[in-house]
């Protein structure tokens, strides 16, 4: 079975600018959820889709928004780029997302806001 | 509002001495608790979680809901415990998220 894809592995962008990302779940995971990954503040909540539509929500600006598509897969855009918006995106898809269900990751796309 | 607290940044233990990490939690109710692990150059992946009450490369975690605590645990640590740590919570009452603290970074010195 494969695992999450996430394209691209890697970016660079200007300040100002919009950035979009995409991940690819595992083959009948209908949650996909993403996060930010920096090293002072850990793994940050953004937001979780569930069968294409936001089911959870995490403390961050309008700028960052999302989108679940029919296969499950999800993208993250980020709009007006900031130099603090310099982090590791990271994707995770479970069957459910509830419970004690296991998140599976995926490696990560590395932002770069310059 | 749930939150994950692993007071501890970084931790460094000698190969063969007893690891812990600590992890506590605050969730008004009966939490799903785990923990993930990130090795160098590999992906976020679970470790163990506390409903399964198993041993995971000889690692174990107990969950105290009195101290609101789960601590990880390892009587005899290898080289290759070496990697990242997060404790993570996701709440019992419906769709809820899954929570991660800020993590651990764990050396094992040889």
């Known amino acids: 079975k494969a695992g999450v894809t996430q394209t691209p592995r890697y970016l660079i962008k200007t300040r100002g600018q919009q950035v979009t990302l995409s991940c690819s779940p595992i083959?009948?995971?209908?949650?996909v959820s993403w996060y930010q990954q920096t090293p002072g503040q850990g793994l940050q909540f953004l937001f979780e889709?569930?069968?294409?539509?936001?089911?959870n929500k995490g403390n961050f600006p309008g700028r960052f928004s999302g989108r679940q598509f029919s296969n499950s897969r999800s993208e993250m855009n980020v709009s007006t780029l900031e130099l603090g918006d310099s982090a590791l995106y990271l994707c995770?898809?479970?069957?459910?997302?509830?419970?004690?269900?296991?998140?599976?990751f995926g490696q990560g796309t590395r932002l770069t806001v310059v | 509002a749930q939150r994950v607290t692993q007071p501890e940044k970084l931790l460094s233990v000698f190969k063969g001495a007893p690891v812990e990490l600590k992890c506590n939690y605050s969730?008004?109710?009966?939490?799903?608790l785990f923990w993930y692990v990130q090795y160098s150059r590999q992906r976020l992946q679970l470790l163990l979680r506390?409903?399964s009450r198993e041993s995971i490369k000889g690692f174990t975690a107990d969950l105290n809901k009195g101290e609101t605590s789960f601590h990880l645990k390892k009587p005899f640590a290898q080289e290759e415990d070496s990697a990242m740590y997060y404790c993570?919570?996701?709440?019992?009452?419906?769709?809820?998220?899954?929570?991660f603290g800020t993590g651990t970074r764990l050396t094992i010195i040889p």
């Open positions: 995770a898809s479970s069957p459910t997302g509830t419970g004690n269900t296991e998140a599976f």
């Open positions: 083959s009948g995971h209908r949650s």
């Open positions: 889709y569930f069968s294409e539509t936001q089911r």
């Open positions: 969730y008004s109710g009966s939490p799903e």
């Open positions: 506390h409903i």
């Open positions: 993570a919570l996701r709440g019992n009452f419906g769709n809820e998220k899954l929570t």
